[in-house]
């Protein structure tokens, strides 16, 4: 198995709704990473996990919230979020996290914020 | 490198054609390099990379060509085909980087019969 699956593909929530986006791995990889992408823009780190820590974290709102509970899995919680949110999340991992390790991405949740 | 702008650039091409994307990263410290492809309704798909002790690579129909003088790369596709079709983005890892990827603007790649 190597992809990366994130769920939902997509998700329309109210601003004071609670939501999570999932991601899975199988390939036994242990650093995981979340991205937001807005139209027509690159890929933006938010988060990266090693061996279920979170090692970085991009000053994103505490709206965010990610979580890792076990190496195949990683959560974005979303709580009281703003239309501005709106955007692809990409979810990607990589064996470790040394810097040429290459990231494999998923297809991505397209949320919308209304 | 930071996007700018609404619109993406775009190459036009026409199929069998060679394609040349270009790309100027933003920091000199950066010793990983990589091009991605992105298609409709899918992630980042990595293509090809380079370290910045080489300035060549080949690879299947693609070429990534590093300049690091003026922090420029390039991407170049062989005999362009209808599934290159796509927004490319390169992307740099600063040395040290925790493998934190940071992409350039992107450009979109359109390939006509």
């Known amino acids: 198995d190597t992809e990366v699956t994130q769920t939902p593909k997509h998700l329309v929530m109210g601003m004071t709704n609670k939501k999570s986006l999932k991601c899975e791995q199988h390939?036994?990889?242990?650093?995981m990473y979340w991205y937001k992408q807005k139209a027509k823009k690159p890929p933006e780190l938010m988060f990266v996990?090693?061996?279920?820590?979170?090692?970085i974290n991009e000053s994103v709102p505490s709206r965010f919230s990610p979580e890792c509970p076990n190496s195949s899995l990683l959560n974005l919680h979303l709580h009281a979020l703003q239309p501005e949110d709106s955007a692809l999340y990409l979810c990607a991992s990589s064996h470790a996290l040394a810097g040429d390790n290459e990231q494999f991405f998923g297809p991505g949740t397209r949320l919308t914020v209304l | 490198g930071e996007s700018v702008g609404l619109h993406l650039p775009t190459l036009s091409v026409q199929e069998g054609d060679n394609s040349i994307i270009n790309c100027a990263y933003s920091?000199?410290?950066?010793?990983?390099f990589i091009w991605y492809k992105q298609e409709s309704g899918k992630g980042p798909q990595f293509i090809i990379d380079i370290r910045s002790n080489m300035d060549k690579r080949q690879g299947q129909r693609v070429t990534v060509l590093l300049n690091k003088t003026v922090k420029h790369l390039s991407l170049q596709i062989a005999a362009t085909q209808p599934g290159d079709s796509a927004v490319y983005f390169c992307a740099e890892i600063p040395s040290g980087g925790y493998n934190k990827l940071i992409f350039g603007a992107g450009t979109r790649l359109a390939v006509h019969p």
């Open positions: 920091n000199s410290a950066s010793d990983y």
């Open positions: 390939m036994g990889h242990r650093a």
């Open positions: 996990y090693s061996y279920e820590k979170l090692s």
